[in-house]
Structure formats: C-alpha cells, structure tokens
C-alpha cells in the first residue's frame, strides 16, 4: 500500500508559502503502515493536473491531492477531477446542510449563496465534512485506489487527515506496521560514523532500512522497520540499537527521540530541574523551541528576551562596564546573563545568548555571525562561542537554539546532575 | 524560461523533515524572471532519479536538483545522473584541493581520505564549490538545458543558490522579469472579497495573474506581472492597484507587503514607535516573528515569556487576586500583563497574550483553545478573545502571534497614531 500526494496551486510553486501539509500529511500515514513514495508539487491548471492525476495512479495506491479548493476563479481542482473520473458536479444537500450551520456559526450567513459553489461535489464521492472551512473533503474509488481530495490551508486540511482519513484508512485496509527509531549521536561526523557502523549496517535485515539525517554537529540515525507483527518490530529494533552501544554508545545523548526539545523533556522530567532563558540574539526562537513540547510548563518557567542592551542592564543585571569594555557580544555578557536569569526565575538551569545575526553588524561593530552562549546548571557554567556568518537570519536562530539545547543535554548526560 | 525542481531522499517523503530548499530556491528564481512550474519529491533510488530526470527534461528548461550527496551508502544521486547523462564520474583535482583547505580549517584532516568520494564528479561538470558542506555543486548543459545538482542540507543550499546558480544563471540567459505586489485585506471574506473586485480582476491585462492566498482572517491578493521591461510592470501594478482603492480601500492594511511582521516595520519606523511583548501561551513565538525582521532591534525593545503564572506575578505585577478570581487565562490578566510589559520595557506599544494552547488543559480547568490577548499603544488599550481549539500547539501559537500584530497594525492605521 503505497501513497501519493499531489500539491496542487501556485503558492507552493511562486515560492511564497512553505509545503508544511505534506509534511503532515506524511507524518500521519507512515504511523498507520503507509509510506509516501512520491510528492508532486503542481500549478493550478486542468491538463496538469489530470496528468498528474494519471502518473499518481501508476505508481500509487492511495492518491492525496491539497488545494485548489477555494471559492475564487483561479482553481480548478473539481473541474479536473470531474473530467479524470467522468463524472458530473453536483449540488450536494447534506454539504450545504453543513455549510449553512458553519455561516450562522460565524454569523455570516449572508455570505452563504456565493459560496453555494462550494458544496457542488462529485457525484460518486464519499463526502468528509470540514469543520474548519468551506470546501469539504471528497473521496473516490476506482480500481481499488483511493484518492482523496483536501482543501489546501493547514488548519483546514490537518483535522481532516487526523480526525477523518486517518481513521477512515486504518478501518479499510489492513496494513503492515511501520516502526521507527531515532538514535542521535553527537559530535561524530557523518563520514567517520558511517564507517565505524558500516559493518553493522550491511547485517542489518531486510526489512530494517537505515537513514543519516545530519543536523548541525548531531546526526540522527532512523532505522525504519517495517512487517505485520508490531511487537517484533519493536524487538528487531531493540536488538539492532543494542548492538550499536559499544561501537559508538559514547557519542549517542539519545536512543529514541526525533526533535532535541522532546529529548530534554525527558531529562529534565527525570531530573526534576527547571529551566529559564535569557535571549538576544536567537529573539525568542529558543523558548519558541522548548515551549514547542506539550507539558514544557512543568520544567519551564520563563523566559526573557531583553532586546535593547539597556534592558540587558536593568532587567537581568549585567554590569554596565562589563557591556562598555566587552560589548553586548561577548564570553562576560553571557554569562552575566545566564546569572542574571538564573535569580529573576528562580531556576536549576538557565540558557543565554548574545550575538550578531546580521544581515547588518549591531552598534558595537561585531562580527555578524558571532554568538556567545552560556548554560548554567546550578553552580556549573559553560560558556562557549559560535561563527556562523553564512546563515540567513532565521536559520542562525534555529540553529543556535537547536545547538544550545543539545549542549545542556550533552552537560546533563556528562556531569550527571 | 522554466524551471523543474527535484528534491532527493526519504527524510521528506517520511514526513521527517519540512522541505524549505524549494521555498528558497523558488523565491529567488522568482526574483530572476523564471518561474517554477513543478516540484518533484522523490526517493533515492536509481530508476525514480532517472525517470524523473526525463520527465523533468520534458517540461522545463533548468532543472534542480536538492539532495542525495551524502557520503554514506543510503545516497545514489551521483550515480543516477552518470547513467542518465552517460558520463562517467572522475576525482576533480580542484574540488578535492577544495575540499582539504575545508578540512583543514575544521581541524578534520584526518577525515579526507573517507571523504575523496565527495571530491568524484560527473566528467561533463561546471563545479561550484560548496563553502559550508563536502558535496560540491554541479552543472551539466546538454540540449541546451541546464541541469544543476545540489546537496540537500539547507544551511548549505542557500548560499550556493544566492551567491552562486543566481548570478549564473542571470548572466548566461536574458531573462524575462517578474515583477509581484501583495496587498493585505483584512475582514473580508475571500468569496465577498472575490464578488466585490470580479470586474476588475476580468478586465486584468494578460501578463498579470492574481492570486488569493488566505491567512488567518486576511487574505493576500498578489498580483504578479510578467514582461521584459521592469519600469513598465511596475507601471501596471501601480495602475491596476489604484483601482482597486475605491473598491476594497477601508479594508486595505497594506498595498505591498508579504509577512505581516515586515508590514508592520514599515510602520513602526515610519511613526517612531517602540514595542514590548509578554507572552504566555504563544510561548515566545510572537517575539520570533517580530525579530525575524532585519532591523527589528530599532523598534523592538524586549519581551517577556511568564510561562509560570508565579512569574506573572512576580516580574510582570499582574495581581494575585486577579488570577485567583479570573484565573490566568482572562482578559483582566492579559490587561494587567500588558502594563506590566509597558512598564518593564519602558516602550510606547506592548502586547500581550495567555492561553490554553493544549493538548491539555491548565491548571485553573481553562477550556483549550482559549486566548485572551491585550494590545496597549501608549493609553490605547484593546482587548480580544480567540477560542482556537482544533489548531495545533505550533500552528496556535503562530494563529494568535500573526493575529496580534494584524490588529496592532490596523489599531495603528485607524486610530491614527
């Protein structure tokens, strides 16, 4: 059983929106045994997409299309899926039954017969009722594959797939299992891992496939194992990481986890530490990232983004002269910082950072790409500096956030608070 | 001129990782004149890089590849391009002269010899040496196409994408421009919104398209113009926008702007105002956004991430009564918070937000989904209330942070600060 996603309209392709659907969409069939073996990101025009839909048909069993719903004239999604199967649109009650009670809802009733358009479905389709949009969901059946056609905006199109696909596919079909497990070894080039693990690998069973996700100095072993018997795969896999340990057991801070803001829940959660932050340069991408986690408010406490260097001073302490003789950007600063939010929250740990992200250089005239961070657990502190002058501005955020974490990790793995 | 993109390896296709190469790289083609007019996501294997080679060759006259260079065994890029252009892979002098200065400088010398095979490339090959990574950049012509080969991870993509394939691209053909304008409506229904300018978007010259592109509760007309004379298209836009303005003018919040933390830079600077935030439940998110913005340190102050209600208390003044009788979800503390931030940052705007973002609830039982936030501009004071319980943690936080700074920007057009 295998799937295909098609993407379809010009957002994607003109480059002004991110494809985080696919993303989603994928994420939630390979839990349910379904793997994506291709994704097709296409304009919104009739002979496109009903080629598309041809070459989908060849290579997958499952047919996932998002977008070009809209009520505006520049989709034509319906229209070319009523062509591709031969059938006709037609007005369906239930659907605008649904709709009418969505426009009291949001007291726009009065909008309802121009948008009368976007309960015309096709007339063999399954209907899935959106709750959070106009055009609803519709399914096909032909052949034995099954295509199923979303609207395109994210908070539209993810309670439809969790809600409403999902369940709807694992009823249908009996699948094979997909287990997975990520291990994460830092500090240890790809190159040099992939040699010391290469006879490991080669044994590996058929069934087990391997893939290296680097990810600033961490790289993310997955090993994917895929078969009818989820216990087994969970077994397989557990003896498979097992035999790892004493290759390269030192470099690894996890043996199953995917994002380094889940990994440090753990630990913390273990540990009982709570944790601050003390942000400048990464302007709140750090604390974005560890609130990301669900249950991050039973570590967490808060988080302080003093922008302006003279908030440095006022709110966290920093010493004026330090700021005057070192610059906001500098070994002192940070660690001055991490002190200073270490007493303002009340915490076992506390994270800063100070920096220059560019793309213009700050107004004490450092480096743009310079950062200094400092993590303190307790009376332990470690300071240590980054250059990452070639990251566009968003990308240096997240990595040094990404790093800082994986940093604390690292000292709370070694130093065994 | 056309473009095909191609993005190699399972990481997307597994849901694993977000694709933001295209976004990028189709952005700045954009900007050249050359449109994108498909992406393919493929896995990595020999006959699917192939076949999709052919089919990309069939629709586009540059074709990009992302992805599969890594020097372990899970990638087959290289090889599928040697068979597909029938050539032969050679070890390039200069790339591994390259390659060992890289080496050096990242005190890994020891490492070169597993790393040669980075330095074997296609023989037909124009290189361009990758600054951040070992998988160099190659460009083969045949037919007059061009087919350029890239490395996958991102921090390495951008770079040789801007300072590289650009200027190479823009200096080898006479490219066509394209010239794009978004304008910002809020409060109005994409089908009214549609109805309300149907005549004029029927009466648009051939060489502009328009687009509706929804987000949250404003939607992004973009109007992008297509011709060889630049002064000239941005004589169109100029026209065809103006007469918009008697249409949807109230409803306008800005005329030419993509990300609402850019639209509201413009006005910040332009009425020299300064700007503090506390946030709860978007966890740090809000203040992200505003820093992404080049420049944002001139207007943005600080914020503050109270995540802990203590620290409510405690740094921000909020009332313990309040929170006892209202809960820390209210408007009364979203009030209380956003003085709070005035007061602390010393700055003329501040906002504030405090939520249930879920997947569970908080301590005081609060319904999730539930945001109050407060907007304060100097006495000014607004505040709202959002019910948000199907979004997901990430998506809600970023919902309620693009919200926040649309209503600052439209209390700062309509109250004429």
Known sequence: MKAVLITIGDEILSGNTVDTNSNFIANHLKDIGIPVVQIFTISDTLDTIKKTLQTAFEIGDI???????????????????????????VLDDGTFDHLRKLFIKRNREHLLEINRNQAVVLSKAIIFQNENGSAPCQMIEENGKVTICLPGVPYEVKPLIKDKIIPFLKNKFSLNHIESQIISVVNFPESLLALT??????????????????????????????????????????????????????????????????????LLIEKKLTLSTAESCTGGELTRLI??????????????????????????????????????????????????????????????????????????????????????????????????????RNDFANFVSQRVLQDLIEILIQEKF
Chains 1, 2 share one sequence.
């Open 63 to 89: 047919i996932i299309t998002t977008g070009g719903l809209g009520p505006t004239k520049d989709d034509k999604t319906k229209i070319a899926f009523a062509e591709f199967f031969n059938d006709e649109l």
């Open 291 to 392: 609130t990301s986690v669900s249950g991050s408010s039973s570590y967490f406490l808060g988080g302080i983004i003093p922008y302006d260097y003279h908030k440095k001073i006022e709110i966290l302490g920093v010493s004026e002269k330090t700021i005057s003789e070192k610059t906001a950007v500098s070994a002192e600063v940070a660690q001055e910082m991490s002190l200073g939010s270490l007493k303002l929250f009340h915490t076992d740990i506390s994270l800063s950072t100070t920096g220059v992200s560019g793309p213009n250089s700050d107004e004490f005239n450092n480096e743009i790409g310079t950062v200094f961070y400092s993590i303190r657990v307790k009376d332990f502190e470690k300071t240590n500096r980054l250059f990452l002058p070639h990251l566009e």
């Open 197 to 266: 693990i290469e006879d490991w690998e080669l044994a590996l069973p058929n069934n087990i496939s391997l893939s290296y996700l680097p990810i600033g100095n961490r790289v993310k072993l997955r090993l994917t194992a895929t078969g009818n018997d989820l216990k087994e795969l969970k077994n397989q896999l557990q003896q498979e990481s097992e035999k790892l340990k004493p290759l390269i057991g030192e470099k690894v801070i996890s043996w199953n986890g995917n994002e380094i803001q889940e990994i440090l829940k753990e």
